[in-house]
C-alpha cells in the first residue's frame, strides 16, 4: 500500500462504490458489506455511513469508535456480495472469503490487502446512530495499492443488481 493525501479521499467514494466496512471488538475481526454511505466535508475528509443495528459489525463500530473502509473493485465483486450474505457472528469471513488483513496505523480493525484503497476512519458524530443507525466517521489514514492501475467499482442497485465503474470523461471544473 502507499499513502494517498487525506484531501484526494472524496474521490474514492464519491460516486457511491459498495465497500467493506472492517471491525475490530474484543480480539474478533469482521467485515461486512456497505453500500450506504457519502461523502459529508473533504478536509478533514468526512464521511457518514448507515449500519444496520441487526448487523453483527454495529456493537463494535459502536463500542470502539473506529474501522476501515476498504473499497474493492470489480474482481472482488462475487466475495464482496458472498460477504454480505455471510454473518461475522457465527463464521471468519476473511477466512471465508481468502481476504489478507493488514495492520493499520491508527485502528484496530485491518485493511483488506485484495481492495485497491483503505480508509482508517474514526467515529466523530454518533448523535444519529440511535434514530438512523447513521455513523459520521473521518478519514484519518488513506491508502492505496498503486499496483491496482484503472479499478472498476461496483454499485448496488438492489436485489443482486450491479453497475460497473464506466467510461471515464474528463470536464472542466471549479473543483480541486
Known amino acids: 500500500m502507499q499513502e494517498l493525501p487525506l484531501a484526494e479521499v472524496y474521490r474514492l467514494l464519491e460516486p457511491g462504490p459498495v465497500v467493506l466496512l472492517t471491525t475490530a471488538n474484543q480480539g474478533g475481526l469482521n467485515l461486512m458489506t456497505l453500500s450506504w454511505h457519502m461523502m459529508v466535508e473533504f478536509e478533514p475528509p468526512l464521511l457518514a455511513c448507515v449500519v444496520s443495528s441487526d448487523d453483527y459489525s454495529f456493537a463494535a463500530l459502536r463500542a470502539n469508535r473506529e474501522c476501515v473502509i476498504a473499497v474493492p473493485a470489480v474482481e472482488l465483486a462475487t466475495k464482496v456480495v458472498e460477504a454480505g450474505n455471510l454473518s461475522g457472528r457465527t463464521v ?85
Open 92 to 176: 471468519d469471513k476473511f477466512s471465508v472469503l481468502g481476504l489478507t488483513q493488514l495492520p493499520a496505523q491508527h485502528v484496530a480493525a485491518p485493511l483488506i490487502a485484495e481492495c485497491f484503497a483503505n480508509l482508517e476512519c474514526r467515529v466523530v458524530d454518533s448523535q444519529l446512530v440511535n434514530k438512523y443507525n447513521l455513523f459520521v466517521l473521518e478519514v484519518v489514514k488513506a491508502w492505496i495499492d498503486p499496483a491496482q492501475q484503472n479499478p472498476k467499482t461496483i454499485h448496488h442497485q438492489g436485489y443482486g443488481r450491479f453497475v460497473i465503474d464506466g467510461e471515464i470523461i474528463e470536464l472542466q471544473s471549479r473543483m480541486r
